[in-house]
């Protein structure tokens, strides 16, 4: 064969062409694009500041109704994925307001749902037939296919982040979602009930391992800073993580949902983390305190209630100015299920 070069390159087109029509594409065109050295997603370190959503969220509020809307929720998109509601590849995330007086309708899907409480008190969000108040900094959990609604019955507005695994149930196109047809659920147990019978280091005497998630659905923020003040107290802090800990589901000692990690880590004052990768992007958003964290070459400043996301294997530090706590989210669980997990201690 002794074609020109753009003889060749014709015959080709002409042969690609071809294929399109009968839906074949050749794959030594993509592979390198397909099966990349490392992780390559489109994914971007962003940060959102919450005042500045906030203010827009009230705007929200005075524009669109808890009814029309189902749920009143800005979507946190990453700047790589403008309109496809993801804030990495895998996760969703929105900050949801509840005004006073409010109530927003009893629905389920396939998705699990994670609230974490960034303003206000006395709220409440019901699952299996319980509500659960709410408090800044408490870790809420929706599991997949629970009937699920909120009021909130306080003079103030309530601000929480969901966070969801909606691209993933995408990716294996495994939605289903249905209205309960009330506003509300039935309320068959009271508040604190399933932190009495399964958060208290104690199980039912005949409890048996049932469902992926775990059946702590509210993980009040009181009782996860003690225990961080505790290991303070106690001991050194780990160079990459400080003081982090992972919350559990407490009857099979997993991650307390079967797509997303929890996790909190206390900064202290001045600590500089060593550079640590890890190949789950992660949503980060401060409880308490300021300070920076690197994330390849970007520097994101930030204080309480941002919203900051960290893509898969960019090499993040810490640094705390101030005390600071940081509630973060992940799709680890997936990733250790499927043998796929990967993270490293750069320093
Ligand atoms: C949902 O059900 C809630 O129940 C929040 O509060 C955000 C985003 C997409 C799909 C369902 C909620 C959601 C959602």
Same mark, same amino acid.
């Given at each position: 064969m002794s074609a020109r070069p753009d003889e060749t390159a014709s015959r080709r087109q002409e042969f690609y062409d071809r294929l399109a029509q009968r839906n074949l594409s050749p794959l030594w065109l993509s592979l390198a694009a397909l099966v990349t050295k490392q992780p390559s997603s489109g994914c971007k370190a962003a940060v959102w500041r919450y005042p500045e959503i906030r203010a827009l969220l009230m705007e929200a509020g005075g524009l669109v109704s808890v009814e029309e809307a189902e749920r009143r929720v800005l979507v946190l998109e990453n700047p790589m994925f403008a309109g496809q509601s993801r804030i990495t590849t895998s996760l969703y995330a929105g900050l949801q307001l509840v005004l006073p007086g409010e109530r927003a309708r009893s629905h389920r899907h396939t998705q699990s749902a994670l609230r974490f409480v960034l303003e206000g008190t006395g709220a409440y969000t019901a699952?299996?037939?319980?509500?659960?108040?709410?408090?800044?900094?408490?870790?809420?959990?929706?599991?997949?296919?629970?009937?699920?609604?909120?009021?909130?019955?306080? @003079? +103030? &507005?309530?601000?929480?982040?969901?966070?969801?695994?909606?691209?993933? !149930?995408?990716?294996?196109? #495994?939605?289903?979602?249905?209205?309960?047809?009330?506003v509300e659920q039935p309320v068959t147990r009271p508040v604190g009930d399933s932190l009495a019978r399964y958060g208290s280091n104690l199980l039912p005497v005949d409890h048996r391992a049932s469902g992926l998630t775990s059946p702590v659905f509210s993980y009040p923020y009181a009782r996860t800073r003690e225990a961080l003040e505790t290991l303070r107290r106690n001991g050194? @802090? +780990? &160079?990459?993580?400080?003081?982090?800990?992972?919350?559990?589901?407490? !009857?099979?000692?997993?991650? #307390?949902?079967?797509?997303?990690?929890?996790?909190?880590?206390?900064?202290?004052?001045?600590?500089?983390?060593?550079?640590?990768?890890?190949?789950?992007?992660?949503?980060?958003?401060?409880?308490?305190?300021?300070?920076?964290?690197?994330?390849?070459?970007?520097?994101?400043?930030?204080?309480?209630?941002?919203?900051?996301?960290?893509?898969?294997?960019?090499?993040v530090r810490h640094e705390a100015t101030g005390d600071a706590v940081l509630f973060s989210f992940s799709d680890r669980p997936v990733q250790q299920a499927t043998g796929l997990f990967r993270e490293e201690r750069l320093s």
């Open positions: 699952v299996g037939g319980e509500r659960t108040v709410m408090h800044p900094g408490d870790f809420i959990i929706t599991p997949s296919w629970e009937w699920h609604d909120h009021g909130n019955d306080t @003079p +103030d &507005p309530v601000v929480w982040l969901d966070g969801l695994d909606i691209p993933l !149930v995408q990716a294996l196109d #495994a939605s289903f979602m249905e209205h309960l047809g009330a050194e @802090p +780990d &160079p990459c993580h400080g003081y982090k800990m992972r919350f559990v589901n407490p !009857v099979t000692g997993g991650f #307390a949902m079967p797509t997303i990690a929890t996790f909190m880590q206390l900064l202290p004052r001045g600590l500089a983390t060593q550079p640590y990768r890890s190949t789950d992007a992660t949503v980060f958003t401060p409880v308490e305190g300021e300070g920076r964290t690197h994330i390849g070459d970007t520097v994101i400043e930030w204080s309480a209630r941002d919203v900051f996301v960290a893509p898969s294997w960019a090499t």
